[in-house]
């Protein structure tokens, strides 16, 4: 058993930002699946005090746990509903990393999980046919993150091809669109607040990757939120040191290292581009395995 928990740790800490959010909502899952068992098998229920960490519709409730519009987030009902959730996951945040980085994936997630919470809990509080649902509706899952992560990977690279099984090759710009259309065309459903939540997810997504094409990162704030908090909570932000004062002295050796550092960084990041460009006119499968290869480790660095 020691073995087993040594290698999803060692996993965990070696896979990429999607694989670790995967780890995250799986684990929560399981681990929340159990207490239900454990309180069943005393006959006692404890679908109450799990929602206290699922994102109510009321704003009155949602003030007695305001954490819950970002525990939601990692929340799923049942086996299907966070299989798929993470095989979407798997399958975009893959994508997501050939034009973006981890960082900003970590960000968008959260992004996406706040903004398709507020949007639920706006729409519930001012349209009237949910007026009757407000104080007994709550809301989980990972699903406004993961369209946020999906929308912004179509945004990116509308033309870019997937395959689908009996479908073939068909573009994220298509698949995204018909996802956001399927949510608008079920806002009434059973699951109105879910499709709700969805469409706060994919406005998240479009609004990350147009400012990002404009200069302005929308998930910074999320990150440096985050990073502090890792810190906090593993005790480095209180272990600051003055660090010693020193004088640099650059030979002309180094001069010449850091000008071939930067004509290869500057070469590497031209390839980067060149590839990115063939990807755009003629797809993922056009790319060499070399191509690949280098799309693969410019979007780790």
């Known amino acids: 058993m020691g073995h087993i928990i040594s290698d999803l740790k060692e996993n965990f800490k070696r896979g990429n930002i999607y694989i670790q959010l995967i780890y995250?909502?799986?684990?929560?899952?399981?681990?929340?699946s159990l207490f239900l068992i454990l309180l069943k098998l005393f006959n006692r229920s404890g679908e109450n005090i799990l929602l206290y960490v699922e994102m109510p519709a009321s704003l009155q409730n949602f003030l007695y746990q305001p954490w819950s519009i970002f525990t939601y987030m990692f929340m799923h009902a049942d086996v299907l509903h966070v299989l798929f959730n993470m095989l979407w996951l798997y399958w975009f945040g893959q994508l997501f990393l050939y034009f973006f980085s981890a960082k900003h994936l970590r960000g968008l997630y959260v992004l996406g999980g706040l903004c398709g919470a507020i949007l639920y809990m706006l729409s519930f509080n001012l349209f009237p046919y949910f007026s009757n649902a407000i104080e007994s509706s709550y809301m989980l899952g990972a699903s406004a993150s993961v369209l946020a992560i999906v929308v912004a990977t179509a945004y990116r690279q509308p033309e870019y091809q997937v395959r689908l099984l009996l479908f073939g090759a068909i573009r994220l710009k298509y698949i995204a669109l018909f996802m956001v259309i399927s949510d608008l065309l079920f806002i009434t459903s059973d699951n109105a607040g879910g499709h709700i939540a969805h469409l706060g997810g994919?406005?998240?997504?479009?609004?990350?990757?147009?400012?990002?094409?404009?200069?302005?990162?929308?998930?910074?704030w999320i990150n440096k939120l985050l990073d502090w908090s890792i810190s906090l909570f593993t005790g480095k932000a209180f272990t600051t040191r003055r660090k010693p004062k020193m004088t640099v002295h650059y030979s002309d050796d180094k001069r010449n290292k850091d000008y071939d550092y930067n004509a290869k960084k500057k070469a590497q990041n031209d390839e980067v581009d060149r590839i990115l460009d063939k990807l755009k006119k003629s797809g993922y499968e056009s790319l060499t395995t070399e191509e690949k290869k280098s799309l693969f480790d410019a979007s780790k660095r």
Do not use: E, Q
């Open 24 to 32: 995250i909502n799986g684990g929560v899952f399981i681990l929340t």
């Open 202 to 220: 994919a406005l998240a997504g479009l609004w990350f990757a147009a400012s990002l094409n404009k200069g302005h990162d929308v998930t910074a």
